[in-house]
C-alpha cells in the first residue's frame, strides 16, 4: 500500500527583508548574497508571529480541505522550540480544533527532524492505514547580527498531511541513513541564536550525502539515473547546487553541469526568497519543485534531508500521476508574495527584541497579518488567538 504525503501547504513570516539592504547596510558586493550564497530575500516574523502561529497558519488549509477526523497524530519538527517541556504542537492542536482524542509530540534534531516526523507518520499509517498524521516542520533560523550566518535567517512552517494512498507524493523505502557525532552547528539552551562554524558545518553537510548515499545503495536504493529531480535540504540555495554537484561525482553520475543544475534549479524557488527555514526547508524545496515544474507526473524524486550535529537521511519518493490538481500553487505563491517589505533599521529592531521573562501580563502588538497570532504572555505563559478575520 502506497504511504506518503496527501496534502501539503506553507506559511511564512509577515515580512520580507531583500538582501540588497542587507549588503548596501553592511557594504557588501550583492553578487556575494545572489551569487554566492544564492539568496535574494528573508523572512522575518512579526512582533506578533512565532513557530505555534506559523505552524497553524500552514496546516489550517489542510484541515479546511480534509477536515480533522482523521488526524489521531501531530507530529511537530522543530529545533527553535517556545517550551522544553510542552510540545508547540498541542498549542497548535488547540488552535486548529483538533479532536481531544489524538497523541501530539514534539521532535528535535536540527533540520533533519520533519523527515524523522514524516517516516515515523509513514510507519504509524502503515499500521492504521485508516488514520491520517499532520506533520508540520516550523522554524526560525537566527543567528548573531554581523555574522557570517546572518545572510542565511530566514523562517517558514510547512504542514503535510501522511495517509495512505497519497495524493501527491509517495514516499519510498529504504532510506539511507547516515550519523556523525559533530560540532558544526548547535544553540545551548542559553542561547536564542545559532552557533556555527560555517565552512566545518558545509563539508560535514558534504560527507553526510556520500554517506547517506552509500547506505542507499547498499539498501537496494534506486541508481542514480533513475531520478527527475533532486531536493536537497537548504541552508541557503547555494548548497543544494554544491551537494547535487558532489553526489554527481561521488555518485559517478554523467550528468553535463547544466543538468545538474536545472535538476535541481526549481526547488530552490521559494528558499531563494525565504531563506533558511530549518525543519521546512527541504519540504519547502519540494513544493517549489511540484509547483514549477509540471512534468512529474510518475516520476522518481530524490530527496536529501540534513540535520546539524548531524544526522542525515537520502530517500526516493513517486509523484502520484494527477498530484497537480491537489497542489497549492497560487496559495503559496501569495505567501510569498503578500509579505510587507522591511528596511534595515525595521529588521535590526526586530532582531534585537526579546520577550519579557518577568511572567507579568505582557500584550503584543498587533503586528503580522497571518491567521493567528501570540497576543501576549501572562504568568509565563504564551497565549495565542485565532484573528477574526483570516488573511
Ligand atoms: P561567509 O564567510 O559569509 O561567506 O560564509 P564566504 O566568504 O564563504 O562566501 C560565500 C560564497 O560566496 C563563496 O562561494 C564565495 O566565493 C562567494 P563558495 O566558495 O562557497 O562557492 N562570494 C561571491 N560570489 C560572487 N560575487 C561575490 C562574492 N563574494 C563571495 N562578490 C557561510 C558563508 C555559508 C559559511 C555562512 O553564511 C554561514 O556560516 N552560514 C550558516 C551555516 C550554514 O548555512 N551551513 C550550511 C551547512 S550546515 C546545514 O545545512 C544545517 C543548518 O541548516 C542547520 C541545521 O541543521 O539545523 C545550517
Redesign the pocket.
Known sequence: MPIGIHDLSFATGHYVLEHAELARAYG??????????GQEAMSVLAADEDIVTMAAAAAQPIVDRHGTGDIRTVLLAT?TAVDQAKSAGVYVHSLLGLPAATRVVELKQ???GATAALQFAAALVAREPSQRVLVIAT?V?R?DLE??????QGAAAVAMLVAADPAILRVESPSGLFTADIM??WRPNYRST?L????T??T??LQAVEGAWKDYGEQGGRAIDEFSAFCY????T??AH?AHRHLAEFASLADTPNELHTAVLPTTLYNRVIG?S??A?LYLGLAALLDHRTDLDGRPLAMFS?????VAEFFGATVVPGHREHLRTAGNRSAVNRRTPIDFAGYRALHEQTLPTDGRDHELPVEGSGPFRLLGLSGHKRIYQARAHRS
Open positions: 557588501v558586493d550583492i553578487d556575494k548574497f545572489h551569487l554566492g550564497i529545533e536540527a533540520c533533519y522554524d533560523a543567528y555574522s557570517p550566518g546572518e545572510s542565511t558544526d552547528f545559532a556555527v562554524d560555517g565552512r558545518s558545509i560535514a553537510y535540504h537548504q541552508p541557503f547555494k548548497m554544491k533558511n530549518y525543519t526547508s540534513y540535520g546539524s550535529g548531524s
